[in-house]
Every structure is written in structure tokens, then in C-alpha cells.
């Protein structure tokens, strides 16, 4: 019997079909066990539709139909997951009304600045024209008329270089600066404000009201808390509360009221066509500036400043966002070189106080300074008023009308938590002739031009906003929930199903036939 030589390459070709035979059994075991688990899957899961996949007992083109619109609702799902998650990566705070009835108790009383429409004081430019050292060309009434050059750093005038040079050099010699100027010129608070009320007590107004520097020059000021020292007489400021006042009720009795003197007969300089007063609403904090809540109140009336006050806080899920998610500062976040706390108008202020010396290497008196900023002089008027659009308007710094906050470079972010004080005003004239109220407050006072105004809450309870995250992971969790289970129907069982199917049951199968 002869034995057949197997030639080398018979062995080699051997061996491959043996290899291809080897894998095609091991895909077809794999092809199987896949089948298997997803046809258990389809006919155990809750899943919509899965079932009718692999059920037997209806026609091909069924099945088909089926897995169309179970991938068509799969790719929907994952599409609308996908939205939902830009969504919430866009938006990572929202605002929302907590409550209509929130205790006005619990809501500082704002700070309330009473600004003259008279800048100047007539009777005081008059005397200090008279006392200062004057060119020959120059007479003392002349220079009292010049002095209405100091209100162009505003802006609102025509130009008079020739002015402003002859008054810089009267001012020099003088040894006297704007600020100094100011300072004897304009209306005083303390002849301004006759009489004053605070909760239904009358009160010494010099106790309550303080001078400040505003937008309008020199004003006074209640309850106001924005610089780091108070301009209150030394024998004044401890008595005075280093936090803002509050009240635990409402109506004109129950808030401010002080009878102020406009001077009609000193007038000298203003800006407006009227006689009286401007009065600023803001925040005990804030830099009363034009973006306050303002009211004129004009000579001869009685004037109901009603305020409806809001308040925004924010809950602890926004402190511990990152600063560019929340895009808000706390007011013991932002630092402040002038005022006592950081809030959006305060940095907006100091910035254009910045931007200004940047320009012109000085700031005009009336703005935020700590002192370490040289005051503008006259030579400098036509420096402040060319770039007072670069520096006043909404985003300063920059030009164009469609550029971002993120272009300006201000960089000052709005408040996490704020006051707000919308207000109403009705007036009527003063007369006293048939009024039996409040005999006391107008005791020894002749009425001729002044003013009454109240300021009050017109309500016990205020809007509260909350400023809290878009979607913490439970709403995250709650809207992809929805969603799957609008639209798949998918729990977590499912998904336990989904793992158990193809993991853990094919390893039981396989381990176990092993040890048979």
C-alpha cells in the first residue's frame, strides 16, 4: 500500500482553508449571538415598536415599516437632546418672579438726592467775583457771568476757547481750582432744605442730608452710602446708621419729606427751562447718575413720589457657577477704587472716570475720584466735551453702535443681586391757606417758592425676582427623561435591559455551556 507525499504547499493550502473555515463558523457564532440578544431585547423591552421588529406573526414588509419609525423616533430623540443641551449651555441663569408679595420690610429705602436746577448761585458768584484778584480788562460782573463756563464740561453749550482760556488764567492766579470754585458758588444744602421728615418725626435735615458730587454738580443726598466716608459733620456722621435705612410701612407719612427753597430770585445759571428741583431715586450704593430713577419737581408744588420697590437675589446654585457662566458679580466680588461697593453703575462711573483722565489726563470734578486723579482745569473743557460720546454713552470706550460689551473696555458685569425703585410722582400747588395738618413742620416758615416733596412706598409688599441656574442636573435629568420617554419610551429599567441583554445574559450563555 503506497503512502501519498503531502507536498508543502497542500499543507499550506490546507491550513488556509482551515483558517477561513475557523472564521467563518466564529462570525457566524458572533452573527448569532447578536441576532439572539436582539431578538430577546425587541420582544422583552418596554421600548415602543422594538416588538413588532421580530414578531413572527405578522408580514415582512410590517417588520420593516416598524423599524423605520423606531430609528426615525431614535435619530428624533437624539436630535432633540442635542437642542436641549445647547439650550442649556447658552443660557445658564434665569430670572423669574419668586414673589408679588414681598414685605417692603425686608427692602432698604433707597437713597434719595435732591439736585437744584439752579447750579450757581447768584448771590455767591457775586461775592466771589468781588473778593478774587481780576485782570484789568476784567470786571467782577463779567467774571460772575463767567463763570457759567464751568458748567460747559457737560458738553451742552457752544465752545468759547477765548472764555476758557481767560477764565483758567483768572483761576490760577487766584490759587483756586473748578472744584474749589464749585464748592462757594453753588446752592447750599443747608439754606436749600428748610425743614425735614423722616417716619413721621421731624428731623434736622443737616443730620439727614449729605453734600455729594453727581452728573448735576453738587447736590444733597439722603440715606446715601456709596463713599467709603461720609461728608456728614464730624459731630453728625456717628449718628448716622452705616447701613441703609428701612421702613415696616407705607404711605407719604410713613417716608421722607422735606420742604426745599429754590432760590428763585438767585438763579444764575441752569439747565433746564424751569425753576426748581431734580429728584435722583437710586440705591444707597450706586453713583447718582442720569441712569437713576428721576423726577422734576418745579417751584410752588407739593410733589407724591410713590415707589413700588424690586428686589433680585440670587441662591447659592449661581455663586458657584463660574464667573463667565454667570455673568454677574456679587457686591463683595467686584474691586473699587472709589466707591464702597462694587455695583454695575459704580464700575460704569469709575471707568468713564478712567477713560476720561486716559484722554484728556485729568477727570472733571463732578466724577468718581479717590483723590489720586488730577481735577480738570479750564484748559481742559475742550478735551472733556470732543470724546463726551467716546466716554458717556452705554458702552464706554467704544464708537460703533453695533459693537458688544465685550468690546468696551469698561469690562463692568451687571449685579447677582440688586434694588430697584420704579416710581410714580403726582403734584399739585403748595397752599396753605386752608390746611389745619402739620401745623408744627411749617411753624415760623413763610411760604413763598418752595417745594414739598414726599418720598414713600406706596405698598407693604414689593416684587422679589430670583436669579437661579437654567437647569441643575435634576431639571437636565427630568428634560432628557421627557424627552426619551416621549419618544422611546426609555426608563431606567430599559436601560438595565438594554446592558443586560447584551452583556451580562450572552456571558451567562457562554460561561454556562462551557461548564456543561
Same mark, same amino acid.
Given at each position: 500500500?503506497?503512502?501519498?507525499?503531502?507536498?508543502?504547499?497542500?499543507?499550506?493550502?490546507?491550513?488556509?482553508?482551515?483558517?477561513?473555515?475557523?472564521?467563518?463558523?466564529?462570525?457566524?457564532?458572533?452573527?448569532?449571538?447578536?441576532?439572539?440578544?436582539?431578538?430577546?431585547?425587541?420582544?422583552?423591552?418596554?421600548?415602543?415598536?422594538?416588538?413588532?421588529?421580530?414578531?413572527?406573526?405578522?408580514?415582512?414588509?410590517?417588520?420593516?415599516?416598524?423599524?423605520?419609525?423606531? =430609528?426615525?423616533?431614535?435619530?428624533?430623540?437624539?436630535?432633540?437632546?442635542?437642542?436641549?443641551?445647547?439650550? %442649556?449651555?447658552?443660557?445658564?441663569?434665569?430670572?423669574?418672579?419668586?414673589?408679588?408679595? !414681598?414685605? =417692603?420690610?425686608?427692602?432698604?429705602?433707597?437713597?434719595?438726592?435732591?439736585?437744584?436746577?439752579?447750579?450757581?448761585?447768584?448771590?455767591?458768584? %457775586?461775592?466771589?467775583?468781588?473778593?478774587?484778584?481780576?485782570?484789568?480788562?476784567?470786571?467782577?460782573?463779567?467774571?460772575?457771568?463767567?463763570?457759567?463756563?464751568?458748567?460747559?464740561?457737560?458738553?451742552?453749550?457752544?465752545?468759547?476757547? +477765548?472764555?476758557?482760556?481767560?477764565? %483758567?488764567?483768572?483761576?490760577?492766579?487766584?490759587?483756586?481750582?473748578?472744584?474749589?470754585?464749585?464748592?462757594?458758588?453753588?446752592?447750599?444744602?443747608?439754606?436749600?432744605?428748610?425743614?425735614?421728615?423722616?417716619?413721621?418725626?421731624?428731623?434736622?435735615?443737616?443730620?439727614?442730608?449729605?453734600?455729594?458730587?453727581?452728573?448735576?454738580?453738587?447736590?444733597?443726598?439722603?440715606?446715601?452710602?456709596?463713599?467709603?466716608?461720609?461728608?456728614?459733620?464730624?459731630?453728625?456722621?456717628?449718628?448716622?446708621?452705616?447701613?441703609?435705612?428701612?421702613?415696616?410701612?407705607?404711605?407719604?407719612?410713613?417716608?421722607?419729606?422735606?420742604?426745599?427753597?429754590?432760590?428763585?430770585?438767585? !438763579?444764575?445759571?441752569?439747565?433746564?427751562?424751569?425753576?426748581?428741583?431734580?429728584?435722583?431715586?437710586?440705591?444707597?450704593?450706586?453713583?447718582?447718575?442720569? +441712569?437713576?430713577?428721576?423726577?422734576?419737581?418745579?417751584?410752588?408744588?407739593?410733589?407724591?413720589?410713590?415707589?413700588?420697590?424690586?428686589?433680585?437675589?440670587?441662591?447659592?446654585?449661581?455663586?458657584?457657577?463660574?464667573?463667565?457662566?454667570?455673568?454677574?458679580?456679587?457686591?463683595?466680588?467686584?474691586?473699587?477704587?472709589?466707591?464702597?461697593?462694587?455695583?454695575?453703575?459704580?464700575?460704569?462711573?469709575?471707568?468713564?472716570?478712567?477713560?476720561? !483722565?486716559?484722554?484728556?489726563?485729568? =477727570?472733571?470734578?463732578?466724577?468718581?475720584?479717590?483723590?489720586?486723579?488730577?481735577?480738570?482745569?479750564?484748559?481742559?473743557?475742550?478735551?472733556?466735551?470732543?470724546?463726551?460720546?467716546?466716554?458717556?454713552?452705554?458702552?464706554?470706550?467704544? +464708537?460703533?453702535?453695533?459693537?458688544?460689551?465685550?468690546?468696551?473696555?469698561?469690562?463692568?458685569?451687571?449685579?447677582?443681586?440688586?434694588?430697584?425703585?420704579?416710581?410714580?410722582?403726582?403734584?399739585?400747588?403748595?397752599?396753605?391757606?386752608?390746611?389745619?395738618?402739620?401745623? %408744627?413742620?411749617?411753624?415760623?416758615? +413763610?411760604?413763598?417758592?418752595?417745594?414739598?416733596?414726599? =418720598?414713600?412706598?406706596?405698598?407693604?409688599?414689593?416684587?422679589?425676582?430670583?436669579?437661579?441656574?437654567?437647569?441643575?442636573? @435634576?431639571?437636565?435629568?427630568?428634560?432628557?427623561?421627557?424627552?426619551?420617554?416621549?419618544?422611546?419610551?426609555?426608563?431606567?429599567?430599559?436601560?438595565?435591559? @438594554?446592558?443586560?441583554?447584551?452583556?451580562?445574559?450572552?456571558?451567562?450563555?457562554?460561561?454556562?455551556?462551557?461548564?456543561?
Amino acid at each position: 500500500m503506497h503512502k501519498r507525499i503531502i507536498t508543502v504547499s497542500e499543507k499550506v493550502l490546507n491550513e488556509n482553508r482551515f483558517n477561513e473555515v475557523t472564521k467563518r463558523k466564529d462570525t457566524e457564532e458572533k452573527e448569532s449571538w447578536f441576532s439572539q440578544s436582539f431578538r430577546e431585547f425587541c420582544s422583552a423591552t418596554a421600548l415602543h415598536g422594538y416588538s413588532y421588529i421580530v414578531r413572527k406573526d405578522i408580514s415582512r414588509w410590517e417588520r420593516i415599516g416598524w423599524a423605520v419609525i423606531v =430609528v426615525a423616533a431614535l435619530i428624533t430623540s437624539i436630535i432633540l437632546l442635542w437642542v436641549s443641551w445647547e439650550w %442649556n449651555a447658552e443660557t445658564k441663569t434665569t430670572t423669574v418672579i419668586e414673589s408679588t408679595h !414681598y414685605a =417692603v420690610s425686608n427692602v432698604p429705602f433707597p437713597a434719595v438726592s435732591i439736585c437744584g436746577m439752579n447750579r450757581i448761585s447768584l448771590e455767591g458768584a %457775586n461775592r466771589l467775583a468781588e473778593r478774587m484778584k481780576l485782570p484789568d480788562n476784567v470786571t467782577a460782573t463779567e467774571l460772575s457771568k463767567m463763570f457759567r463756563l464751568l458748567l460747559h464740561f457737560e458738553g451742552i453749550s457752544k465752545p468759547d476757547p +477765548n472764555g476758557y482760556a481767560l477764565l %483758567n488764567e483768572i483761576l490760577i492766579s487766584n490759587n483756586m481750582t473748578v472744584a474749589s470754585v464749585f464748592k462757594e458758588i453753588s446752592p447750599n444744602c443747608t439754606n436749600m432744605l428748610e425743614r425735614c421728615k423722616w417716619k413721621g418725626t421731624q428731623t434736622r435735615c443737616d443730620s439727614l442730608f449729605q453734600t455729594i458730587y453727581t452728573s448735576e454738580g453738587i447736590c444733597c443726598s439722603f440715606n446715601y452710602l456709596g463713599l467709603p466716608k461720609s461728608n456728614f459733620p464730624s459731630k453728625l456722621e456717628s449718628s448716622n446708621p452705616k447701613y441703609p435705612r428701612r421702613v415696616t410701612a407705607c404711605g407719604y407719612l410713613t417716608g421722607l419729606t422735606f420742604l426745599a427753597k429754590p432760590f428763585v430770585q438767585d !438763579y444764575h445759571s441752569s439747565y433746564l427751562s424751569s425753576m426748581g428741583f431734580r429728584v435722583y431715586i437710586h440705591n444707597s450704593y450706586d453713583y447718582p447718575d442720569d +441712569n437713576a430713577e428721576t423726577k422734576t419737581v418745579g417751584a410752588k408744588l407739593e410733589a407724591f413720589i410713590s415707589l413700588s420697590p424690586e428686589s433680585t437675589y440670587s441662591t447659592p446654585s449661581v455663586y458657584n457657577l463660574p464667573l463667565k457662566d454667570r455673568d454677574c458679580y456679587f457686591p463683595k466680588e467686584g474691586k473699587m477704587n472709589t466707591m464702597s461697593r462694587y455695583s454695575y453703575v459704580n464700575c460704569m462711573a469709575e471707568c468713564r472716570s478712567n477713560l476720561i !483722565y486716559e484722554l484728556c489726563g485729568c =477727570v472733571p470734578f463732578e466724577f468718581p475720584n479717590n483723590g489720586t486723579l488730577p481735577t480738570c482745569a479750564m484748559d481742559k473743557v475742550e478735551c472733556v466735551t470732543e470724546h463726551k460720546q467716546f466716554y458717556s454713552g452705554a458702552l464706554p470706550g467704544v +464708537n460703533s453702535t453695533s459693537a458688544s460689551r465685550e468690546d468696551s473696555p469698561c469690562k463692568c458685569l451687571p449685579d447677582c443681586e440688586l434694588y430697584q425703585y420704579p416710581s410714580e410722582i403726582s403734584s399739585g400747588r403748595l397752599n396753605r391757606t386752608f390746611s389745619y395738618n402739620s401745623m %408744627n413742620f411749617f411753624k415760623d416758615i +413763610n411760604l413763598e417758592d418752595q417745594s414739598l416733596i414726599h =418720598v414713600y412706598f406706596i405698598d407693604l409688599v414689593s416684587t422679589r425676582y430670583r436669579k437661579d441656574v437654567y437647569q441643575n442636573w @435634576l431639571g437636565v435629568l427630568a428634560s432628557f427623561g421627557g424627552l426619551l420617554g416621549l419618544l422611546l419610551g426609555f426608563s431606567f429599567v430599559t436601560g438595565f435591559e @438594554l446592558i443586560y441583554f447584551f452583556t451580562i445574559r450572552p456571558l451567562f450563555d457562554r460561561f454556562g455551556k462551557r461548564k456543561q
